[in-house]
């Protein structure tokens, strides 16, 4: 019976004096590093979590429980952002990513360049107030230029930015749900229907008034254009 050999990484590596080989582990230990982070990249750092806060806040005005499920709603959030962020992801790619694999550039400047796009978007969708909060909680000078500013208070700034505003379509996408909820509620009640629950009855006029107008459209190319 034939012994499986497992592969591994030679600790070697890391003390050899042949660049190629310690190039190629370092390498490697930023692509573990990277895929362990990239979820929180992607909900932190990219226009996703606006996009499934306002994806949910529709399907909670119009009151369908489960639907569309949430396998859906992540789903095209993900695609949608992908979208977004593809002029950003060329850009990390193409002046970052390959000229480190080509050996042109090191690691440490390799991430110098790869983050400033990305610190270039942030700080396009971040209100000054919520930045200057880790600012000055941090004891940090203001930064003259985007480069400047640092990603610890960046990340979390652009993130409650981007709730703010999630919250603010969110608000918005509510106006109308809630007025159908408030004429089916008065009219039952002046009918006497008192034990009838309002939301059976104004759930497909919710859902009707959403397919007229074309909801699912309007909904993405707001927050298209919101970019």
């Given at each position: 019976?034939?012994?499986?050999?497992?592969?591994?990484?030679?600790?070697?590596?890391?003390?050899?004096?042949?660049?190629?080989?310690?190039?190629?582990?370092?390498?490697?230990?930023?692509?573990?590093?990277?895929?362990?982070?990239a979820?929180?990249?992607?909900?932190?750092?990219?226009?996703?979590?606006?996009?499934?806060?306002?994806?949910?806040?529709?399907?909670?005005?119009l009151?369908?429980?489960?639907?569309?499920?949430?396998?859906?709603?992540?789903?095209?959030?993900?695609?949608?952002?992908?979208?977004?962020?593809?002029?950003?992801?060329?850009?990390?790619?193409?002046?970052?990513?390959?000229?480190?694999?080509?050996?042109?550039?090191?690691?440490?400047?390799?991430?110098?360049?790869?983050?400033?796009?990305?610190?270039?978007?942030?700080?396009?969708?971040?209100?000054?107030?919520?930045?200057?909060?880790?600012?000055?909680?941090?004891?940090?000078?203001?930064?003259?230029?985007?480069?400047?500013?640092?990603?610890?208070?960046?990340?979390?700034?652009?993130?409650?930015?981007?709730?703010?505003?999630?919250?603010?379509?969110?608000?918005?996408?509510?106006?109308?749900f809630?007025?159908?909820?408030?004429?089916?509620?008065?009219?039952?009640?002046?009918?006497?229907?008192?034990?009838?629950?309002?939301?059976?009855?104004?759930?497909?006029?919710?859902?009707?008034?959403?397919?007229?107008?074309?909801?699912?459209?309007?909904?993405?190319?707001?927050?298209?254009?919101?970019?």
């Amino acid at each position: 019976m034939t012994s499986a050999i497992i592969p591994g990484v030679p600790i070697g590596d890391f003390f050899n004096d042949d660049p190629d080989a310690v190039a190629t582990t370092l390498r490697l230990i930023l692509l573990i590093t990277i895929l362990m982070l990239a979820p929180s990249i992607l909900v932190l750092m990219t226009s996703f979590t606006r996009i499934v806060v306002v994806l949910a806040f529709v399907r909670m005005g119009l009151a369908t429980q489960q639907m569309p499920p949430n396998q859906v709603l992540i789903g095209l959030a993900l695609f949608i952002t992908f979208f977004i962020m593809s002029p950003v992801m060329v850009e990390v790619n193409e002046e970052a990513v390959t000229p480190f694999l080509e050996g042109e550039l090191d690691q440490e400047e390799a991430f110098e360049i790869a983050v400033s796009p990305m610190k270039e978007f942030m700080a396009n969708h971040t209100r000054e107030k919520d930045l200057a909060l880790f600012l000055n909680y941090a004891e940090l000078d203001a930064p003259e230029t985007v480069d400047d500013i640092s990603l610890t208070a960046l990340v979390p700034a652009f993130a409650i930015s981007e709730l703010q505003t999630a919250f603010q379509i969110g608000f918005l996408i509510f106006i109308p749900f809630l007025v159908i909820d408030m004429i089916v509620a008065s009219v039952l009640m002046s009918m006497g229907m008192m034990m009838l629950p309002p939301v059976m009855i104004s759930l497909p006029f919710k859902v009707l008034l959403f397919v007229l107008v074309d909801g699912w459209h309007l909904v993405v190319e707001s927050l298209l254009i919101s970019f």
